[in-house]
Every structure is written in C-alpha cells, then in structure tokens.
C-alpha cells in the first residue's frame, strides 16, 4: 500500500500541503484590498476620554478640604496618612453619600471605629489625630479599611500636618 498520485483525493491533498508550504515560506507581502472592520461594531481600541492624571502630592488637612465632591468634584480621603482618590465611589464618598462626612478629610478615626459619626473627624484647622487611644483591634480594622483601599482606588498622596 504506497502513496498513488493517480488517485484523486490524493492529489488534491498534496496539491493542498504544497499550496500550505509555499504560503508559510513565501507570504504574500502586497496590502489587503479591505481595511478589516470586525470590531467598528462598538468596540474601540481607543477610549472615549483620557482618564485624568494623577499625580502623588503631599496634602494638609486644610489642602485635602476642598476634595470633598461638591459640584461634581474630585473626591480625595485619608487613612493612616495616606490619600486616596475615592472619585470612582462617589455613590458612597460623594456629599450625598454614607460615607460623605469622610470626603476630603482625614477618616482614619472614623475607619477604625466602624463610625460615621461627625465627631470622628479631627478639625481641619487642629493637628492630625495621633490614635494613640485606639484599641489593637480598631488598628487592626483601620489597616484592613487601608489594604481594601489600596486595592481598589489610587493612591494620590501622603497627609501631613497643617504647618509642614
């Protein structure tokens, strides 16, 4: 039983293999006669606005104050003196949000408390809480609320005091 080229089904198979190889070591290098537009159905590899920058700053109480969302704003918190860009979560950080007393301020109390209280918050014009009263365990929950943080918004900066 060898290879018969005289049989029909065979010579279209080694015509199909010769065709194959002279496309592998011998491309076509001329440009398509189409531009291809699989993906002009609402698929663009462009996005439709550039996100903005966002640079690492050094922040103060009375700096970070204005990052609270009203009109539409930036949203900017801190935690454990680190600041993050919460605009992505305006639904919960924004004026009318549950956490919107934390929204350009220093929430590290507050997180660490499970509180929203406004008495949680330390005034813009006073230096930043040191949380020396707070328990392992409300450290602890502060630095959970400081890892989800990092995970999910952009960290945009450090909190320092007032006159640094």
């Known amino acids: ?40 159905a609402g698929y663009s590899w462009m996005p439709k606005a550039h996100p903005p920058t966002v640079l690492f700053k050094t922040y103060t109480p009375k700096t970070l104050e204005p990052f609270n969302g009203v009109d539409g704003g930036r949203i900017l918190l801190a935690i454990d003196g680190t600041v993050f ?32 209280d406004v ?6 014009d006073q230096p930043l ?7 392992k365990d409300e450290i602890e929950n502060m630095r959970g609320w400081v890892e989800h943080f990092t995970s999910k918004y952009i960290v945009c900066g450090k909190l320092v005091e007032n006159d640094a």
């Open 119 to 124: 008495e949680m918050l330390t005034p813009i």
């Open 1 to 40: 039983m060898g290879f018969d080229l005289g049989a029909p089904a065979n010579t279209a198979l080694f015509l199909y293999i010769l065709y194959s190889f002279q496309k592998i070591l011998l491309p076509s290098s001329s440009p398509p006669k189409s531009v291809p537009n699989e993906f002009k």
């Open 129 to 135: 809480d040191k949380l020396q009263d707070l328990a």
């Open 85 to 116: 860009d919460v605009t992505a979560g305006r639904n919960f950080y924004g004026p009318n949000g549950m956490y919107g007393n934390f929204a350009g301020r220093d929430a590290s109390r507050g997180m660490a408390k499970q509180s929203f």
